[in-house]
């Protein structure tokens, strides 16, 4: 179930159901794995995918092999290691005195040699060890070995593109994992390919119309869709909003970093690629569908809450094809914890597909705002730890968090101050920053307060709110230095879901890194990936289909090989829960009576408590695994840039430019405004000196310009210069609107329409044309609101509202508006009572007709 705190066992699995014949299974080991990485990269470059991308390899001669891949006491990262990050691996060995080692490349020629650091005792492992550093070796290439002591690691990979393939599998888990569609075979290999289960087709009962458990509801539910959960089949609306929360976040920080091209359209294996939209939207739009599904209708009793879960009224068998399932599907009762996921994942689906569907961007608001009012009105429904009958109970008996975070991102999304209001109010806003899973989401809101631009909070509350999540990526640097397997996770850490830990963690570190640029923190979260990867207590990759030795018996309901011969094991990418040291499960006990914390783990289908896979444990590697594979280089010195280029400043009065930079400079950086040259009647005023930093240097800043009100006639014109050290400087120029001379007439009309319009918000279109002689150069287009509309998102413009005056600015691409061109750009908005359109409009100062 993926549950990292609590779990109540399965049942003994009945005899082997028999399921239809299938296609020989397919697993893919380092070397063959790479092959098939350019295969499919060939083929989505070709614009479509074949079955033929993916070689098929006996899973016999795969587990031969295995068996033949002995475990080395020279524990290095099986995939490999980037050029530019961290190469450590680690030696078991009880020597007192450091040991020589070697790095050879391929052909067996020495690369680099040293001597190890004797560390001692690793706790969490129980073992001795050494570590190797070699860091220094700026080589690329395959096939490398560490030799310490005549011991040879596994081989590996110095490359830049280590992790694009990673990138791509683990999202292709949870198209593997969705319920109500046919999975194709030319999309995820023949192997896998299956009829869409839960569907109602016989003999599935089906989601398409579900009945409430005795008691709960007297109506049915079409929940059809969203992601089977792990390696049951039910689906629960707690754990796919972390889930589908890191999914999207994944794509707003590579947004962020310019790095969103790798994960936009036609990147992954998804049906719905060439769309437009980025790829890993798509998948998540997927669960998403599903969490709105799970909204209590309105003019129900508790409409807006959403239900807790829905699975099978009984434990599923093992194996069960998710087709063959004729158990009955049932929802159950909804909590406060289900309705604030939804009132979070909603609001940020808001946000960020916003530009690439205002439709359902306006559904996902709508729907989060109805979710916060009625978790508001029951705030204490809690999901009862006994009912665990066919499914997990995921029981949360505090969801304080889950209120800060879902304020957290209604106020990232509306700039609203009732949920600023929430936010500041909330136990969890001064806290130091806690580690996250599904039951404990709170920092999931700091991340987004942090890091998205333009939140509606005080500046120092940031500040704070970037300080804390350092401070925490700091405190596992700290961990980490001190033990033989670089991990953020303690000795006593090693529970339920242990890897999800390490991934979250690794990604606060990730976070940091953003947050400030320092090379430390992304270190720490690629060796939490080396730890992943091989470089831990069993010398086991933990990832299917990655490294010489890997996890291939997860515990699934389908892929199920282990179990019966005609099922496939899990596909490339497959995330394993890790070592758990509570042994939850008879096999664990069994197998693993007096294991140290870190090796309490089998690689056994019977294995729940260490060897399932989960929805938010593969969402976090993904997460983790794009970060790793974007490229990074030497920041090159950003430009300062200036929008409008040109402006107007009525006499006695301002206006204001927008100031960003071009990229991410290497360290936080002073941007001052100042005159250059021209009528000294024009001077800069508040924003005048401006700081940007690694994080927030895409997030415009303001500055203003005033014109001092004298007696003469004259429209004089300044340049002003902005820049500083460490930024390349740009212009930009400022004319006085003098108030004794006349006025332009008119050179532009407005075209205003409201697009879709509901209860209390609407969406509109804006289209601004140049109807004078002279082309436009840089347009700011202003006017007010007769009511009380409040613009909460915009596209293709920068919008910005003060009580009722609103100022649009081109986005660049589209500034310049030759004569008869027009510009088009959109907003979302809020509003109660009339909803009035505006009757005048001026285009950089000018009124238009």
Known sequence: MGWERSHIPFPSPPPPRKAPPVPPAHTRRRLSHHAAAVLVGLALAAGGLTATAFPAHSADATTAALAQSADSPVRVNQL?????????????????????????????????????????????????????????????????????GGQVSHPFDISASLYDALRADSMSFFYQQRSGIAIDAALAG????????????????????????AGVCDY?????????????????????????????????????????????????????????????????????????????????????????????DQWTALPTRPELDDAQRELHKPSTAATLNLAA?????????????????????????????????????????????????????????????????????????????????????????????????????????????????????????????TSAADSHLSTMSGQGYAVPLAATGYVWG??????????????????????????????????????????????????????????????????????????AGSFAGGPNAGLEDPVAKAKLPGCAPAACYVDDIGSYSTNEVAINWNASLAWLAAFAAERRGTPATPSAQVTPTAVTVPEGGSATVGVRLSGAPAQNVTVTTARSSGDPDLAAGSGSTLIFTPANWATEQRVSVSA?????????????????????????????????????????????????SWGDGFTATVTVKNTGSSTVSGWTLGWSFAGDQRITSAWNATVNQTGAAVTARDSGWNGTLAPGAEASFGFQATYSGANPAPTRYSLNGALCS
Not at 108 to 126: E, I, R
Not at 194 to 211: F, M, Y
Not at 428 to 447: E, Q, S, Y
Request: with cysteine; proline share 5%; hydrophobic share 35%.
């Open 80 to 148: 490999g290691y980037l050029p530019d990050g961290p190469k450590q691996a680690t030696v078991v060995s009880s020597a007192s005195g450091p040991l020589a080692w070697q790095l050879r490349n391929g052909s067996g020629a020495v690369a680099a040699s040293g001597s190890t650091t004797v560390h001692g005792a690793d706790q969490a492992s129980g073992q001795s060890t050494h570590l190797v550093d070699f860091g220094a070796f700026a080589g690329t290439g395959t096939g490398f070995t560490l030799t310490v």
């Open 190 to 213: 023949s192997a896998y390919a299956r009829p869409a289960g839960h569907l109602g087709v016989a003999p599935n009962k089906g989601d398409t119309s579900v009945p409430c458990q």
């Open 708 to 756: 001092a009100q004298d007696a003469d006639a004259l429209s004089g014109t300044a340049t002003f210069t902005v820049g500083g050290p460490g930024v390349r400087a740009t212009t930009f120029t400022a004319t006085e609107a003098d108030d004794d001379t006349a006025q332009p007439g008119p050179s532009c009309s407005v075209t205003y329409k409201v697009d879709n």
């Open 220 to 312: 049915r539910l079409d929940v059809r869709g969203g992601w089977y959960d792990a390696g049951d089949q039910g689906k629960y609306v707690v754990n796919g909003g972390i889930s589908v929360w890191e999914m999207v976040n994944s794509f707003e920080r590579a947004k962020r970093s310019g790095g969103d091209a790798a994960v936009g359209d036609s990147t992954l294996r998804v049906p719905e690629r060439g769309n437009g939209i980025p790829d890993v939207l798509d998948e998540a739009r997927w669960e998403l569908d599903f969490l709105l599904r799970m909204q209590v209708p309105a003019g129900k009793p508790m409409a807006g809450m959403a239900f807790h879960k829905v699975h099978d």
């Open 498 to 571: 242990s890897n999800s830990a390490v991934t979250n963690n690794a990604m606060v570190l990730a976070v940091a890194y953003e947050l400030t640029g320092q090379q430390r923190y992304r270190f720490g979260a690629l060796e939490s990936l080396d730890y992943l990867l091989g470089r831990n207590a069993l010398d086991l990759s933990y990832v299917t289909g990655y490294g010489e030795r890997f996890s291939e018996n997860q515990h699934h309901r389908f892929w199920a090989h282990q179990n019966d011969a005609s099922l496939p094991h899990p596909p």
């Open 345 to 469: 994942t909603a609001a940020q689906c808001a946000r960020v597909y916003a530009p690439y569907d205002a439709g359902f961007a306006a559904r996902c608001l709508d729907a989060a705002r109805r979710a916060w009012t009625a978790a508001k009105a029951n705030p204490n429904v809690f999901a009862p730890a006994t009912d665990n009958t066919g499914g997990g109970a995921y029981e949360d008996a505090d969801v304080s968090d889950e209120f800060c975070w879902a304020a957290a991102e209604l106020l990232a999304t509306t700039g609203e101050s009732q949920y600023r209001n929430a936010v500041t109010s909330s136990p969890h806003h001064t806290k130091p920053v806690d580690a996250f899973w599904w039951g404990g989401t709170a920092t999931l809101g700091r991340i987004t307060l942090a890091t998205v631009p333009g939140v509606a909070l005080p500046s120092d509350d940031i500040a704070r709110l970037r300080s804390l999540l």
